[in-house]
């Protein structure tokens, strides 16, 4: 007759922690990690300063605009630019209308995020490449995935706004004027983010088929895995 009190003994509980549930599995024959992507490095690189420089321009309205002490040097394009969408312009300013401040103050939560997504990268990443193993790339992932969602979400609330309102402070530009002034430079919100939300999203997904067992599971871009068998 087997006795029940060995099964104790031979079959632990098992430790169901997500890390714990990630090395089990690379033992398997798939490692996970977040390799940070070059492109999603460069454009944080790039859009940073310009989301830092674009908020400092709208709450030092009306100081920042043109014929306000602090509009020259650093602010001179905006004379260019109020005129192309006036909701950056005197217009909205007179009109009290707060979209401007407020999808800036969405911007400065999204840049904070952006940059603490750069700083784990920066203090955990290993190698030459930055890779971020296990628990820290979870939380790079996660963080990189929510921000991007927030990114396009409000970009596309920023186009939907002058689609719904007739395209009041944007219509009386000309096509070229509209292409190479608002379209393309908003367009830009629109298409890096949500490149890098399907990066993010890709690893996240590799390391959850992995958590689960499925360690063949690969992203379209990642290293060799590991082979301990």
Same mark, same amino acid.
């Given at each position: 007759m087997v006795s029940t009190r060995s099964h104790k003994t031979e079959f632990p509980p098992p430790d169901l922690s997500p890390s714990k549930?990630?090395?089990?599995?690379?033992?398997? !024959? *798939?490692?996970?990690?977040h390799t940070p992507d070059p492109a999603v490095l460069l454009w944080l690189i790039i859009s940073l300063p310009l989301v830092v420089w674009d908020a400092a321009y709208v709450f030092g309205r009306p100081y920042t605009m043109p014929d306000g002490w602090l509009h020259s040097p650093i602010w001179t394009p905006y004379a260019l630019y109020g005129e192309v969408d006036y909701i950056y312009g005197w217009k909205a300013w007179n009109e009290h209308n707060g979209f401007t401040a407020a999808q800036t103050a969405l911007n400065v939560i999204e840049s904070i995020g952006y940059i603490a997504y750069l700083w784990v990268v920066w203090k955990f990443g290993e190698g030459k490449k930055r890779v971020?193993?296990?628990?820290? !790339? *979870?939380?790079?992932?996660?963080?990189?995935?929510?921000?991007?969602?927030?990114?396009?979400?409000?970009?596309?609330?920023?186009?939907?706004?002058?689609?719904?309102?007739?395209?009041?402070?944007i219509g009386h530009n000309d096509p070229l004027s509209l292409l190479f002034l608002w379209i393309i430079p908003n367009g830009a919100w629109l298409v890096f983010p949500s490149y890098m939300g399907y990066v993010f999203a890709r690893d996240i997904l590799h390391g959850l088929a992995i958590a689960s067992g499925d360690a063949s599971s690969k992203p379209a871009r990642a290293t060799t895995p590991t082979k301990d068998e």
């Open positions: 549930a990630l090395t089990r599995t690379s033992r398997r !024959g *798939g490692k996970w990690q971020l193993p296990n628990a820290w !790339g *979870g939380v790079a992932c996660l963080v990189g995935f929510g921000l991007c969602v927030m990114t396009v979400s409000k970009t596309a609330l920023y186009w939907l706004n002058e689609s719904f309102s007739g395209f009041e402070n």
